[in-house]
Structures are given as C-alpha cells and as structure tokens.
C-alpha cells in the first residue's frame, strides 16, 4: 500500500476515495477517526490519508487526483459572489 493524498477533512478524503473508485482504483481512509485525539497526536499525524492498495497504480491515483484536485480549485474560482445573479434567478 502506498499513501497518495493527505487530505484536510474526512469529507475530503472521502471524495478523492470515491475519485479514485470511479476510474477502478481501490483505496482506503487512514486516520479516519483520529480527529478525536488532537490534543494527544499531533495535528500532522491526525489528518485523514488516502492509502491505494496496489503499489503499481500510485503513479495513476496521483494523476486522477491531480485532475481531481484542479477542477475542484476551478470550480471554488468560478462560484458566483453571494447576492449575484445566476440563472436560476435572473
């Protein structure tokens, strides 16, 4: 098992899994209930990670989530300012 991806949230670690599923890799949440011990671990050692199963598809998550990772940054550019108009409203 290799580990791909260090993710902010569980939700987060959740989606890059189903990311990675959707195009037939398998993987798996680390840490997934560690946020109950900050305080005791440190923050670093706490956060959720994205492990693949197979060693030889790691390159290839890494690319899925690259992808992954920049149309969702696209999409946080591109949302409308609250109160501005969108086609449901205009």
């Known amino acids: 098992m290799k580990r791909v991806h260090i993710a902010p949230t569980l939700l987060d670690a959740q989606l890059v899994v189903d990311a990675l599923s959707s195009v037939g890799i398998v993987s798996h949440i680390f840490n997934a209930n560690a ?39 696209a999409r946080k550019r591109s949302a409308p300012l609250a109160g501005s108009a969108t086609p449901a409203t205009s």
Do not use: I
Not at 39 to 53: D, K, M
């Open 35 to 73: 946020a109950g011990a900050l305080g005791e671990v440190p923050f670093l050692q706490a956060q959720p990670e994205v492990w693949v199963e197979d060693d030889a598809r790691a390159h290839r998550a890494r690319e899925v989530l690259a992808d992954f990772l920049s149309v969702k940054s």
